[in-house]
């Protein structure tokens, strides 16, 4: 037997447990983060407690995003702060904690571009500007109220 017919079979084999019902184990998403459960996951795009020093550290790359990309990165480093958080959580919470770091990530990246917006109004994305401005920047905080 080739590998790709060792693939076809077993691929086979899982469909037709999945077609019975009969799931001997649980579902993995193979395209997600290891260790995320999608057994009941339900609508798991929801705001979660987490821990003060995961979304700290959030926060910190995006502020670290803003000061040496401009606001641009490959996103690995948020990408991997939070999946170190979650895998540390049980399984059936780490759909939502990722979301929810995720948004605070977002929520702190739209909040440091208002905030450079406020001192250089034609600034977009990835455009350099001075960093200097955002020394005064205090993290999580809407400057905008």
């Known amino acids: 037997?080739?590998?790709n017919q060792i693939v076809q079979s077993r691929q086979q084999q899982r469909l037709g447990e999945l077609a019975r019902g009969q799931q001997a184990r649980p579902h993995v998403?193979?395209?997600g983060a290891p260790g995320m459960s999608l057994n009941h996951a339900g609508d798991y795009r929801k705001i979660v407690p987490v821990d003060e020093s995961a979304a700290n550290q959030v926060r910190q790359i995006a502020f670290e995003h803003m000061?040496?990309?401009y606001g641009v990165s490959n996103?690995?480093?948020v990408s991997g702060?939070?999946?170190s958080y979650t895998l540390s959580l049980p399984p059936e919470e780490r759909l939502s904690a990722s979301w929810t770091l995720n948004e605070m990530f977002h929520s702190e990246a739209q909040r440091l571009a208002g905030f450079v917006r406020q001192h250089n109004p034609g600034w977009s994305w990835g455009t350099p500007?001075?960093?200097s401005i955002l020394d005064s920047y205090r993290q999580g905080i809407d400057v905008t109220a």
């Open 67 to 69: 000061k040496n990309g």
């Open 1 to 3: 037997m080739t590998v």
């Open 29 to 31: 998403n193979p395209y």
């Open 81 to 83: 702060a939070i999946r």
């Open 75 to 77: 996103g690995e480093d």
């Open 129 to 131: 500007f001075d960093t």
